[in-house]
């Protein structure tokens, strides 16, 4: 009994000088402060940088007198180990919300578990785990976009080209000769985007034959070589080329004038994003076309889900699908309404 009442003393006078603590020095408590930490996997690639200055812009934009915001990045490198260590510093320095970009998405279990151990949620973004270990606890969620729809966009994309443009069968076989630039093996958005656009070709009645695909891990230097490879290979063969994103479209366009080829003598390249540069080769001609990769969309959603996680207000106006997932929708891109896309990034 004694021991009860010395207890409930204790928290009446811990209560008091909580509030009395808040109101001398006006400083705001640990709900009013949001300190994100952003852990990605590889600081050379181009789509997550836009995507990062974005959300930074985001997060500032919920900044008040109520409410203070601070973001710290951190790049991977390429290393699971690395962003699992610098999970655990971000932590450890009192960040009370993590946007993960994960090295390998089949292994977020470190991740997971130090977030656990310390009540912290977690918004994985670009690089989806997989389902299983999304549910297997509260405060995890995804934020990105359907892999399978930006396929699609970018097979209908090359179908209205080649509707439009006979010249794009320069052998004038009827078939066109494509080559695919793929991105990391066992990413969400490579495999399943290359059988999308191959399939809505197909699908629309446009014949196709396969020469050749190569892995380019979506960077732009690795799609160069392996583009140069497949010249080598196939020279003035090339009708099309898919790349499952605007860099290694990119990649594949460098390769092509490197090795001096004239403008008749090109295939059409189609790229998925609308990174800056990837939009520019749309304006200019160099690229028929490209798929919006709504990184303004998904930084908007991380950065009110971030909010509302750490300060847990919110969480109720916060659509999602299954409970957990945020997915944002692809645009096309055309040279028609290039100008569109390029005034919303000025
Ligand atoms: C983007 C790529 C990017 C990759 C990184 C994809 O969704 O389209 O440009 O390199 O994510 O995870
Ligand atoms: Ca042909």
């Known amino acids: 009994m004694r021991r009860r009442k010395i207890l409930a003393a204790g928290i009446v006078f811990c209560m008091c000088m909580r509030s009395l603590c808040a109101c001398e020095s006006q400083q705001l408590s640990g709900e009013d402060k949001v300190r994100v930490g952003v852990a990605y996997y590889n600081q050379s690639d181009t789509f997550l940088n836009e995507l990062i200055a974005c959300f930074k812009e985001e997060l500032q934009s919920f900044e008040s007198d109520d409410l203070e915001v601070t973001v710290t990045v951190r790049d991977a490198a390429g290393s699971q180990r690395t962003q699992d260590d610098q999970v655990k510093e971000m932590l450890d320095a009192g960040c009370n919300v993590l946007c993960v970009n994960l090295v390998d998405r ?151 004038r490197k090795l001096n080829y004239t403008e008749s003598a090109l295939p059409v390249f189609f790229g998925i994003d609308g990174t800056d540069v990837g939009l520019q080769a749309v304006r200019d001609g160099k690229m028929a076309g490209t798929v919006y990769n709504d990184k303004e969309g998904q930084a908007e959603a991380m950065a009110k889900l971030a909010v509302a996680a750490a300060t847990g207000e919110g969480m109720e106006d916060i659509e999602f699908e299954n409970e957990k997932y945020i997915y944002l929708p692809y645009q096309k891109v055309t040279p028609d309404q290039i100008d569109e896309f390029l005034d919303e990034e000025a």
């Open 106 to 256: 089949a292994d977020p279990s470190e991740i997971i578990d130090l977030a656990r151990e310390r009540d912290i949620p977690i918004i994985f973004f670009n690089r989806e785990p997989v389902a299983e270990d999304l549910m297997q606890q509260d405060g995890l969620y995804y934020v990105g976009a359907e892999a399978e729809e930006s396929g699609i966009m970018q097979g209908e994309l090359a179908v209205d080209a080649i509707r439009q443009n006979d010249r794009i069968d320069r052998n004038k076989d009827g078939k066109i000769q494509y080559v695919v630039l793929e991105g990391e093996a066992g990413h969400q958005d490579a495999i399943i985007r290359t059988e999308n656009a191959v399939e809505t070709l197909k699908s629309n009645g446009i014949a196709l034959e396969k020469l050749s695909y190569q892995i380019a891990n979506w960077n732009r230097a690795q799609a160069q070589n392996r583009m140069e490879q497949m010249i080598g290979q196939y020279q003035n063969k090339i009708e099309l080329v898919l790349a499952n994103n605007d860099d290694m479209a990119l990649g594949a366009m460098d390769a092509y």
